[in-house]
Nanobody, 124 residues
Framework: QVQVVESGGGLVQAGGSLRLSCAASGRTFDSYCMGWFRQAPGKEREFVAAIISGGSTSYTDSVKGRFTISRDNAKNTVYLQMNSLKPEDTAVYYC??????????????????WGQGTQVTVSS
């Protein structure tokens, strides 16, 4: 069983930055695919970004050029650097983990482990 715990959310003005962190348990973290999803009130959970074990990354179009996902295998941690934040980025952000690359990175049901989420609020 893998546990993931998010941190780093908060309130920020539009145009500002935040860095989310996700700490994962387990001795094989470096082989895991890690991802970030978000869910705004009244909306479905949506894919934000993912990083596979080899370091390749994937982003949803709305965050390309603004968000960067990275991982530090020595610390069992994945990060989401969010710049140029917009009010529409407001959501609960969830970290996800999978021991093998999900068939569909952008589909929540293919991911195995989830954190409790961290709130990100961007004011206009």
């Amino acid at each position: 069983q893998v546990q993931v715990v998010e941190s780093g959310g908060g309130l920020v003005q539009a145009g500002g930055s935040l860095r989310l962190s996700c700490a994962a348990s387990g001795r094989t973290f470096d082989s895991y695919c890690m991802g970030w999803f978000r869910q705004a009130p009244g909306k479905e959970r949506e894919f934000v970004a993912a990083i596979i074990s080899g370091g390749s990354t994937s982003y949803t179009d709305s965050v390309k050029g603004r968000f960067t996902i990275s991982r530090d295998n020595a610390k069992n941690t994945v990060y989401l650097q969010m710049n140029s934040l917009k009010p529409e980025d407001t959501a609960v952000y969830y970290c996800a983990a999978a021991p093998r690359r999900p068939i569909r990175l952008d589909t929540a049901t293919w991911w195995d482990y989830w954190g409790q989420g961290t709130q990100v609020t961007v004011s206009s």
